[in-house]
């Protein structure tokens, strides 16, 4: 699930689907979260000038966009076509409870970060609590999909319909969380992966612009 505008991979030569672009995003999503925990949780958070807590909260805020469309793609697209295919042999309501409670999470960080790009002194210590419990239950949430759910989709699921729920997503995606998310999984995608995404003459731009809001988030590139 890669939650992009890239066209779908295919494999006629496999019956089981494709999970490569799932896995990316689920990377992409913990390596992120990390390192803006890393980032508020350290000495410096409330030291930080305004110009550059600014663009953490842009990030911030990006970020949490990604992640919750990521989820509710999911809770949509993908469970329902899911619980079609495996019956009983599934129990979603867990991970969608999951989801509800994230998005609860992400709407506080959202807020605090906004509190915090004009006056990191006062609001660092909240947003790095808030960053730091939403990376535990993702870290917790991922590694369940992960070991719990992507047997049962390699073994119910037809390429053909995850394939059709992909393309679902990619359609959904609004253009400008688009350019933030092509170039934001590029960075996390193996070389292999990258046929997921667009060409690079496509992505540079893109990734351009990524890299230098980036950079001044966490001081460097990925």
């Known amino acids: 699930m890669t939650n992009s505008s890239a066209p779908a991979a295919t494999d006629t030569a496999s019956a089981l689907p ?53 989820h509710r ?36 960080a959202d807020v605090t970060a906004a509190h915090f790009a004009e ?13 730091v419990e939403q990376r535990d239950l993702l870290i917790e949430h991922i590694d369940a999909e992960e070991q719990h759910l992507f047997p049962v989709i390699l073994r119910h699921v037809s390429a053909a319909r995850y394939a059709a729920a992909e393309a679902e997503i990619r359609k959904s995606t609004p253009p400008e969380l688009v350019s933030w998310m092509q170039p934001w999984l590029w960075r ?22 990524y890299t230098a809001g980036e950079t001044q988030v966490f001081g460097h590139a990925r």
């Open 18 to 70: 494709d999970l490569t672009g799932i896995r990316l995003s689920h990377r992409a999503i913990l390596g992120d979260i990390a390192r803006l925990a890393a980032l508020l949780s350290g000495a410096g958070a409330r030291a930080m000038p305004l110009t550059r807590a600014g663009a953490v909260t842009t990030y911030i805020q990006r970020y949490n966009a990604a992640v919750r469309h990521h």
């Open 119 to 131: 006056n990191p002194v006062r609001h660092a210590p909240r947003l790095a609590a808030l960053l």
């Open 188 to 209: 996390y995608a193996t070389a292999e992966e990258r046929r997921l995404l667009p060409p690079a003459p496509v992505i540079e731009p893109l990734l351009a612009a």
């Open 73 to 108: 793609n999911e809770d949509d697209r993908l469970w329902p076509v899911i619980a079609a295919a495996a019956g009983r042999a599934v129990d979603l309501v867990p991970y969608i409870g999951e989801h509800e409670v994230l998005d609860r999470l992400q709407d506080a």
